[in-house]
């Protein structure tokens, strides 16, 4: 089975990578510009598990995490945080938000697939 | 192209738009909009930038972006205010991340102490405030940017990394050992999608698991709590080669959303596979009787005992089973991915395919057009029509392709803000720029060609045109000068439009100055016009000092030889003590141009038709000598120079002087011309080639094209042929 990835990112230098080093390793990938287009995705789409950054225009990640557990269909999605922080508070943040784990910014394509595996079948 | 050179074509593509929005933000905040969400978008900027240069490994734009980043995250959360030397400090910062971004673009090193001194500003602005706040120092970056994430050792005997020794309690040893963990995980864990089994799985990748389940009081049914957990886990992991610190990580994600405790057992049995159970050793904690007696499980096993816990979890409620279905009832499956993508990026290449393709279509159209002579016309009426709906076609398909590659000179102008800004610090005068009809559309390398001509200009307008505060009020004027940047279609051009109020332009001096550099004989009198337009001539500067404003060394030459390189014109104009307005000509399209066609000699020349006023008949047109050689002719009044091309290009003409044309063209600044031809051919497109890339530069020619029957034409420069005449006038 295809898992399916939801990418939710304003760069797109940073999901032209996604999705680059996802469909190589064989994850179908579908993209969102910022928290709300995310949110809107996933109305109609279902997906394994979303990747989401958090400094985004129109809708933070935060707050896009916040939406997704808050909507009463995606508590088991796992959600990971794309972050270049290397300070905790943006971790916490996001976990408290209820986010699944965390992706740190530059990710090298095997770390990144398997931070996948990690939280999900 | 490779699939890293791809990313990093996006990247720089994503880099200049952020600097653009960067420079519009400032542009606001510096006119005092601070709010929030502008702070919050410079943020963005600067983080998104930062993110992609980490990706490919631009460490030094990576490192100056971080101070930079931390700042403004200091600064949108009221740690750090916002002053005026921030404000000016972020703009300077701008110019830095904007130059690193060029230098990892084409490769070159900047000096390596390049921008370390704003950065140090930033370290100590961050610190300062920190310090204050007593909260946690910003923490000094680590340039590898190494991500914190555990090495799950995918093909199952993973080593562990001898960097990961440095963070263990002392009783966890990097020998070999055998580990007793205990993991409870809190309702949270499951809240937030994280799942014990594939923590267990990726806890066996390090070494081989016992896992027993720990079923706790599970309550009657009536008392049950579906959200509650009720089960944990005893974990004998018996991996030779791993630290505490490993298998910490595994439970990174969920530390704070569970119970864990990791006991290592002394010195390794390594691959004993031993029962927990058989031979628990006495543990600080081992009260649990449920860990003797629960009988150890496979992980196959263990998978089956999770299963149900994960359903009676709050992370399984029934609609997550049936997603589709909920989604179909919410009508909008196809809108909601659909919304909003309103525009797709392609490769400029591409585009430029097309708008070549084109332009040869428009070729080979016109070709046809013109085998259809008379007869043909008679006999085939049909097929004329055909001609004519493709002509139609073709002239809608060029104008809709000329639209892709067109782009507001917003792009350009936003810059121009806070150039004025630094401007106004450094002569001490008092500016305001106004800019007018931003959204004017031009062809991309236009826009592309037009930031440094146009910098240069304003540059200009500020340092000599602009007066001091005290001046402009001594006459009269508002203490506080304007710059007023406009832009306007008008015909097959754009005008942009750079007007100051200042002084204008101080012929005397400048008349001077030419004389003084043999830019003019001495004994020429030019008019007033013609001086103005000095300004433009190579070598021609009247700053006294070559400022690091204007000057840079070079001077307004620059701005002409830019603009033409783009098939534009300059021309100045100026009122003494009102101020000056200089106006670009541009076109719209650099690809194809609507000419008049003409016979020179036996040649074919084109002339653009843009500049052309009227055409009239030599026999009626009224020529008179001058006394310095040359021969003018009176139109409506006006004297204008008459130039025999046949004489100018040094080719005979055979055809009668009353049976010539004369064509009359506008040059810059309503300034006219006349040129003589042996005939008038017709009007049609043509795609410009240049000349100086295929041979070299001519005077009076501005490229050559490829007619319709195949012949070769060069198109007349208009302007071009016009100045050396000055000169000779005026010498």
Same mark, same amino acid.
């Given at each position: 089975m295809t898992l399916r990835v939801l990418t939710v990112d304003d760069s797109r230098t940073i999901l032209a990578m996604l999705r680059h080093t996802l469909s190589n390793a064989g994850f179908e990938v579908l993209q969102a510009e910022d928290g709300q287009q995310g949110l809107d995705l996933l109305k109609s789409e279902s997906v394994d598990v979303v990747i989401t950054d958090?400094?985004?225009?129109?809708?933070d990640g935060i707050e896009f995490i916040r939406n997704v557990r808050a909507?009463?269909?995606?508590?088991s999605l796992p959600i990971l945080i794309l972050t270049t922080?290397?300070?905790?508070d943006k971790r916490e943040e996001g976990k408290a938000a209820g986010g699944t784990g965390w992706i740190v910014k530059p990710f090298d394509p095997e770390k990144l697939i398997s931070v996948i595996h990690r939280v999900v079948h | 192209m490779s699939e890293l050179d791809d990313f990093k074509a996006t990247y720089f593509d994503e880099c200049s738009e952020l600097l653009t929005e960067l420079e519009e933000q400032f542009a606001a905040i510096e006119a005092g909009e601070r709010d929030a969400n502008r702070l919050n978008a410079v943020f963005r900027a600067i983080h998104s930038i930062k993110g992609g240069a980490g990706a490919f490994g631009f460490s030094d734009l990576v490192g100056f972006a971080h101070a930079y980043e931390t700042l403004l995250d200091y600064v949108r959360d009221g740690r750090v205010e916002l002053t005026d030397d921030v404000v000016t400090l972020c703009i300077r910062a701008n110019d830095i991340v904007s130059d690193h971004v060029a230098a990892a673009r084409t490769g070159e090193a900047l000096p390596a102490d390049y921008g370390q001194e704003e950065k140090a500003r930033f370290e100590a602005l961050a610190r300062g405030e920190a310090a204050e706040d007593d909260g946690?120092?910003?923490?000094?970056?680590?340039?590898?940017?190494?991500?914190?994430?555990?090495?799950?050792?995918l093909d199952g005997d993973a080593p562990a990394e001898d960097?990961?020794?440095?963070? !263990?309690?002392?009783? #966890? @040893?990097?020998e070999a050992g055998q580990w007793e963990i205990r993991f409870t995980p809190h309702r949270e864990l499951y809240a937030r999608a994280n799942d014990p089994l594939l923590l267990l799985r990726e806890l066996a990748a390090l070494g081989t698991l016992q896992i027993k389940p720990?079923?706790?009081?599970?309550?009657?049914l009536a008392e049950?709590?579906?959200?509650a957990v009720y089960c944990s886990w005893e974990i004998t992991l018996n991996a030779p080669n791993t630290t505490e610190a490993s298998i910490r990580e595994v439970f990174e994600f969920v530390e704070g959303d569970c119970d864990i405790a990791i006991v290592q057992l002394g010195a390794g049995t390594a691959? !004993?596979?031993?029962? #927990? @159970?058989?031979?628990?050793p006495a543990r600080e904690?081992?009260?649990?009787d449920a860990f003797e007696e629960a009988p150890s499980l496979s992980f196959s096993e263990l998978a089956a005992t999770i299963t149900p816990t994960r359903v009676a979890?709050?992370?399984?409620?029934?609609a997550v089973v049936a997603p589709k279905p909920m989604a179909a009832a919410t009508g909008e499956s196809e809108d909601g991915r659909g919304g909003g993508v309103q525009s797709i990026r392609v490769d400029l290449d591409k585009v430029d395919r097309v708008v070549n393709m084109v332009g040869e279509l428009v070729i080979t159209q016109s070709m046809l057009t013109q085998q259809m002579d008379e007869t043909l016309r008679a006999r085939y009426t049909e097929l004329v029509r055909g001609l004519e709906v493709l002509a139609q076609t073709t002239r809608g398909l060029q104008d809709s392709v000329m639209a892709i590659r067109a782009q507001p000179v917003k792009s350009v102008f936003s810059r121009m803000p806070r150039l004025v800004r630094e401007l106004a610090q450094k002569t001490g005068k008092k500016i305001k720029l106004e800019t007018i009809g931003e959204s004017t559309e031009i062809d991309k390398t236009v826009i592309e060609q037009l930031s440094d001509p146009l910098t240069h200009m304003i540059r200009n307008s500020a340092d000599h045109g602009i007066e001091s505060p005290e001046l402009r009020l001594q006459r009269g004027k508002p203490e506080t000068g304007t710059i007023r940047l406009s832009a306007e279609q008008a015909g097959g051009n754009i005008l942009i439009i750079v007007e100051d109020d200042?002084?204008?332009?101080n012929r005397e001096r400048v008349l001077q100055v030419a004389r003084d550099k043999g830019?003019?004989?001495?004994?020429a009198t030019p008019t007033d016009e013609q001086i103005d337009q000095?300004?433009?001539?190579?070598?021609?500067?009247?700053?006294?000092k070559v400022s690091d404003l204007s000057g840079r060394g070079v001077g307004m030459d620059v701005v002409l030889s830019n603009i033409k390189k783009i098939g534009g014109s300059v021309h100045v104009r100026s009122w003494t003590g009102k101020g000056t307005r200089m106006t670009l000509r541009l076109p719209?399209?650099?690809?194809v141009l609507d000419v008049m066609l003409v016979k020179v000699g036996i040649n074919p020349y084109v002339v653009?038709?843009?500049?052309?006023?009227e055409t009239i008949q030599c026999s009626r047109a009224a020529f008179e000598r001058v006394p310095s050689g040359g021969q003018v002719m009176q139109v409506r009044g006006e004297y204008v120079q008459v130039i025999d091309l046949a004489a100018r290009f040094s080719l005979t003409s055979d055809t009668d002087e009353g049976n010539r044309f004369v064509v009359l063209c506008e040059g810059e600044g309503a300034t006219k011309v006349a040129l003589v031809v042996d005939d008038i051919i017709g009007q049609q497109q043509v795609v410009i080639k240049s000349l100086e890339e295929n041979f070299e530069r001519v005077d009076g020619i501005a490229g050559g094209t490829i007619l319709g029957d195949g012949n070769v034409a060069l198109i007349v420069d208009v302007q071009g042929l016009r100045t050396p005449a000055v000169h000779k006038s005026a010498a």
């Open positions: 958090i400094n985004m225009p129109v809708m909507s009463g269909q995606h508590q922080e290397t300070s905790q | 946690p120092p910003i923490e000094e970056f680590d340039i590898e940017f190494t991500p914190v994430m555990v090495d799950l050792g960097d990961d020794c440095f963070e !263990e309690s002392p009783m #966890a @040893g990097c720990v079923i706790g009081d599970i309550p009657h049950f709590d579906p959200f691959g !004993e596979a031993r029962p #927990a @159970g058989e031979n628990a904690d081992d009260e649990d979890t709050p992370s399984a409620p029934p200042g002084g204008g332009i830019v003019v004989a001495p004994d000095l300004i433009f001539a190579p070598g021609f500067s009247t700053a006294d719209l399209t650099l690809a653009p038709l843009s500049s052309i006023v």
